[in-house]
């Protein structure tokens, strides 16, 4: 079996907010910085500044031009095009969203992208789990979308604990991390999310499988939702 590619996508702030099932009143009200790991070519640093939320950003495909990374991007949109035709019991349905609709969100998503790395590139962060460049507990609201979970060949279970820890290590112990989804691109569950939750609580981070509605058809998502202990406590420091 071949390794999927992995695309770069760029969904806008609207689509994060379903996914994590959050409204924009309460991502306004987070009460520090959020972290978008993966950032790809998304719309939310750039949307959710102008609604006065500070977004950092952060993937490994800012070390590449902007040009390309935008090119790449609408690769991943039009490789989107084609699942969605290929493939449509994966996706909402056109009667709840219809495709055009959906691929025009992205479109504008990815042009604000572009737009916001120019003007404001201290927003954008080349930088790979598993190692950021942040310290610890640096964010109020970490989300990872369609990364440790979607490319299971590309994250072994190793790997995607590693990715979690990260993850929990840059946010503040009263904040979050919400990662979706907790399944490969063909729709399959990960099937040691259990052990992985139990190698986080050694590792003093709280887990929990969060479900979310789906606007739309009315079926739920479920979301990993990770509270880390106080990072000094984790690292066996003195307060
Ligand atoms: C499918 S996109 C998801 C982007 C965005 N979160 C979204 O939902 O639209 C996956 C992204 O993960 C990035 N990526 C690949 N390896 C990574 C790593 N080790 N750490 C962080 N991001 C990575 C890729 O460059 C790509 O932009």
Not at 86 to 106: F, N, Q, V
């Amino acid at each position: 079996m071949s390794t999927p590619a992995m695309l770069i996508t760029s969904r806008p702030l609207d689509e994060y907010c379903q996914l994590f099932g959050l409204t924009r009143s309460e991502l306004s009200a987070v009460p520090g910085p959020v972290l978008d790991c993966p950032g790809g070519a998304a719309g939310l640093a750039a949307e959710a500044g102008e609604l006065g939320v500070r977004v950092i950003a952060t993937d490994p495909a800012y070390a590449a031009p902007l040009p390309a990374l935008t090119a790449l991007a609408r690769a991943g949109r039009d490789a989107m095009a084609a699942a969605m035709t290929a493939t449509p019991h994966l996706y909402l349905s056109p009667r709840h969203l219809p495709y055009d609709k959906y691929l025009r969100s992205w479109d504008r998503a990815r042009r604000l992208f572009a737009a916001d790395s120019s003007a404001h590139p201290e927003r954008y962060v080349a930088a790979a789990l598993p190692r950021l460049p942040f310290a610890d507990g640096s964010f109020a609201l970490t989300l990872s979308s369609y990364l440790l979970f979607a490319y299971p060949a590309l994250f072994p279970p190793a790997g995607q604990l590693a990715g979690l820890l990260e993850l929990a290590r840059v946010t503040a112990p009263e904040g979050e991390v919400r990662i979706y989804p907790l399944h490969d691109g063909t729709g399959r569950r990960c099937r040691h999310l259990d052990e992985l939750r139990a190698a986080l609580g050694r590792r003093q981070v709280s887990s929990e499988v969060r479900r979310m509605a789906r606007p739309g058809d009315g079926r739920t998502r479920r979301v990993l939702v990770l509270r880390a202990a106080d990072h000094r406590r984790r690292n066996g420091r003195q307060h």
